[in-house]
């Protein structure tokens, strides 16, 4: 076998080890030796190829945010109406998860237990994420009347700070909840009430 394909090999048996570990445990409390001893890997092979734990979590978190989008750019919109749209949209992220259950806790630790020292570099990788979330937000905004003070971009940036003002708040639950998977759950089934009551308000119309 040809040195380039068995370091290829080699990088994806790493990487298949890390996303499983990254996705059982938060990034503090993943365990390079426990990928190891999974996968059969030294320490050292891990190194000769990673820079360090920040280096294999961040390309774990950058597969995971990519093949996400991957399956968000393969899916249609078709709803007339903005809140059957936006829970489509929701139950597709729903989908990929029970798809894909190898990323739904290194999604969402990424998310809502960022590891402080990397905010920025998984930030940054959430970019292209946050533009597809925003763009399907601008896209069904625009097929509906809005208010006459209101444009569809200040409507969007509005939707975005909102949003992570969401986030935040599960942060910091995620913070005090010993139980990841209960605050996980609580901010699922929350985030399409929350959006109807941020599109829709609270008082019923007479």
Not at 43 to 65: A, M
Not at 74 to 89: M, P, R, T, W
Request: a negative charge; one cysteine or more; charged letters at 25%.
């Amino acid at each position: 076998m040809k040195r380039a394909k068995q370091n290829e090999l080699m990088i994806q048996k790493i990487l298949n080890n890390a996303i499983e570990e990254f996705n059982s445990y938060d990034y503090e409390s993943a365990s390079l030796n426990r990928i190891c001893k999974k996968g059969q890997i030294s320490k050292g092979i891990i190194y000769h190829y990673f820079k360090d734990k920040d280096d294999l979590y961040l390309k774990c978190v950058q597969i995971c945010f990519e093949t996400l989008i991957e399956y968000y750019n393969q899916k249609n919109f078709n709803c007339l109406d903005l809140s059957e749209a936006v829970i489509g949209y929701m139950q597709i992220r729903a989908q990929f998860f029970e798809e894909h259950t190898e990323f739904r806790g290194l999604f969402f630790n990424a998310l809502l237990r960022t590891p402080s020292h990397l905010q920025h570099e998984v930030n940054n990788l959430k970019k292209e994420l946050d533009t597809i979330n925003l763009s399907f937000l601008k896209n069904q905004l625009s097929k509906i009347t809005l208010k006459d003070s209101i444009s569809v971009d200040g409507a969007v940036k509005f939707l975005d700070i909102q949003i992570n003002s969401f986030n935040e708040y599960f942060q910091k639950a995620a913070e005090e909840n010993k139980n990841f998977h209960s605050v996980i759950e609580k901010h699922e089934d929350m985030i399409v009430e929350w959006l109807n009551i941020i599109l829709y308000g609270i008082v019923k119309e007479v």
